[in-house]
């Protein structure tokens, strides 16, 4: 079983930056693939970042490129997104996700565990 924990986030002014950071345990062959997902009011969720925990290739929404990184720390089991240049419509509820399947998915119904999520507001 694998336990997924948020946090990080908060309100924060258009222009802002916030790290979002997700804490992971269990079996390492269970979490092949660490991605963040978020789900705006009214809207469906939708992919924004995924990482290899092996190598750290990493793959993102366009949406979001350029202005949010992620990362992982291998020692910590820990996987963060660096999240600049924040955006009112960036405004959503951050979820971290993990697939057992090693290979990066964009589709929310290929990961098989989800943490509780965390709010992000970005004001204008």
């Known amino acids: 079983q694998v336990q997924l924990v948020e946090s990080g986030g908060g309100l924060v002014q258009a222009g802002g930056s916030l790290r979002l950071s997700c804490a992971a345990s269990?079996?390492?062959?269970?979490?092949?693939?660490m991605g963040w997902f978020r789900q705006g009011p009214g809207k469906e969720r939708e992919f924004v970042a995924a990482?290899?925990?092996?190598?750290?290739?990493?793959y993102y929404a366009d949406s979001v490129k350029g202005r949010f990184t992620i990362s992982r720390d291998n020692a910590q089991s820990t996987v963060y997104l660096q999240m600049n240049s924040l955006k009112p419509e960036d405004t959503a509820v951050y979820y971290c996700?993990?697939?057992?399947?090693?290979?990066?998915?964009?589709?929310?119904?290929?990961?098989?565990?989800w943490g509780q999520g965390t709010q992000v507001t970005v004001s204008s």
């Open positions: 996700a993990a697939r057992r399947i090693y290979s990066i998915s964009t589709y929310s119904t290929d990961y098989d565990y």
């Open positions: 269990g079996r390492p062959s269970s979490r092949s693939v």
């Open positions: 990482t290899y925990w092996s190598s750290g290739s990493t």
